[in-house]
């Protein structure tokens, strides 16, 4: 069964329902600010439980129980494996930034020799520039004192007319060699500064990527180094803080290491909820967030079509608006009183990754969102028929 509201009550609709994902967003928010807290206080406490067990682990080895002392050696020899894996490619990796860093050395140097080539061949191409100007400046001299004693008046001038034309064209054009000669010099000049410039610009980067690449070969080489020296050492201590953290049952039913293991089983147990819980958070976010996303985009295209009503008085249309459409957005009232109580939730990660599970099967799947706002998309083009 349809719903029917006139544009004004759906436009006010569209807002109040997009006011509702907010408020639970916002809702669902505290709850991640207690999961994050919560989770990274256990995790300090968690890490500390975990350090004062694995040298007691270690030291008494030969006297734990079977139970204990099995999973503990099979992971040991895992772990030795893993470092074995970790100091090969160490060597590996090491061997490559060694080459590359040879080859930095090796470019700088070449640069700098393909500089000194360039330079006795610039300076040639400047010397034999310079002498070129001087024996134009030389000729553009001599032109100037001919010509100049051209300038005997009357004699002079009447009959030299000519000659004195013909000069001043020469002298012209030398006078053009002469700039263009120094325009020479010039671009030669700046060719070679240029040069300078972009050489010791990329020193500087192969210099600084020496640098670097040095600092992480030293850094692969101690971490191959530190591997080598204590690999039997680092096998046990791995092998002992992994099977820890990995452990959720109690392995003994009696003694002392029940006794022990018991805080951090609890731990654990709590890290695993609250990992579920921040998952769950982290889903539920996106959801709403991407939903509310689409019902703003929607928001403003029935604000344009509000405002043309309005705007040049068109006819009042209504809206025939699909179960799909009111029974989705009813259901908001429902989804936030399931996250209301921020402070249970908070302190009871699986309660609150049950509930959010069940409401995204129910009701915020994937068809369930796709629909709404496909029917309400489809109810606003055609009411707005009514227009056309």
Same mark, same amino acid.
Request: no cysteine.
């Given at each position: 069964m349809s719903t029917r509201m /006139?544009? @004004?009550?759906?436009? %006010?609709?569209? !807002?109040? /329902?997009r006011k509702r994902i907010e408020d639970t967003y916002r809702e669902i928010e505290e709850i991640q600010y207690q999961f994050n807290e919560l989770f990274a206080r256990? =995790?300090?406490e968690r890490q500390k439980v975990v350090a004062s067990l694995i040298p007691l682990l270690i030291a008494e =080895? @030969?006297?734990? $129980? $079977?139970e204990i002392a099995q999973p503990l050696e099979d992971r040991e020899q895992m772990e030795r494996k893993a470092l074995r894996?970790? *100091?090969? @490619?160490? !060597?590996v990796e090491e061997t490559d930034k060694r080459l590359k860093v040879d080859n930095l050395v090796v470019e700088a140097q070449r640069q700098v020799a393909h500089l000194r080539e360039q330079n006795p061949i610039l300076n040639q191409q400047e010397e034999e520039l310079k002498a070129r100007r001087a024996a134009m400046q030389q000729e553009l001299q001599r032109l100037n004192a001919e010509i100049?004693?051209?300038?005997?008046? $009357?004699?002079?001038? *009447?009959? %030299?007319a000519g000659k004195r034309r013909r000069l001043s064209v020469e002298r012209q054009q030398l006078t053009e060699n002469l700039t263009?000669?120094?325009?020479?010099? !010039?671009?030669?000049r700046t060719k070679w500064q240029e040069e300078k410039k972009a050489l010791e610009e990329s020193q500087a980067s192969l210099r600084n990527q020496w640098q670097a690449m040095s600092v992480e070969v030293a850094q692969v080489q101690n971490r191959a180094e530190h591997l080598a020296a204590n690999l039997d050492a680092l096998g046990k201590r791995n092998a002992a803080q992994n099977w820890l953290n990995e452990l959720q049952e109690a392995p003994v039913a009696s003694g002392v290491w029940k006794e022990r293991l018991a805080p951090l089983l609890e731990l654990n147990r709590s890290r695993a909820a609250y990992e579920a819980g921040l998952k769950s958070v982290s889903e539920i976010l996106g959801?709403? %967030?991407g939903i509310g996303e689409g019902m703003d985009r929607f928001i403003r295209s029935v604000s344009t079509v509000y405002e043309e009503q309005r705007r040049y008085k068109l006819p009042m249309i209504n809206l025939e608006l699909s179960d799909a459409v009111t029974s989705f957005h009813a259901f908001w009232p429902d989804t936030q009183a399931k996250v209301k109580d921020e402070k249970f939730l908070g302190t009871h990660p699986l309660e609150f990754s049950q509930r959010v599970q069940s409401l995204i099967q129910q009701r915020l799947n994937e068809r369930s969102i796709q629909r709404m706002f496909e029917d309400m998309g489809e109810a606003l083009n055609r009411a707005t028929k009514a227009w056309r």
């Open positions: /006139n544009l @004004a009550d759906f436009f %006010k609709y569209t !807002r109040d /329902n256990q =995790s300090q =080895s @030969a006297d734990l $129980p $079977p894996d970790e *100091l090969a @490619a160490l !060597r100049e004693g051209m300038h005997m008046f $009357p004699i002079g001038w *009447l009959t %030299k263009a000669m120094t325009e020479g010099i !010039r671009q030669v959801l709403l %967030k």
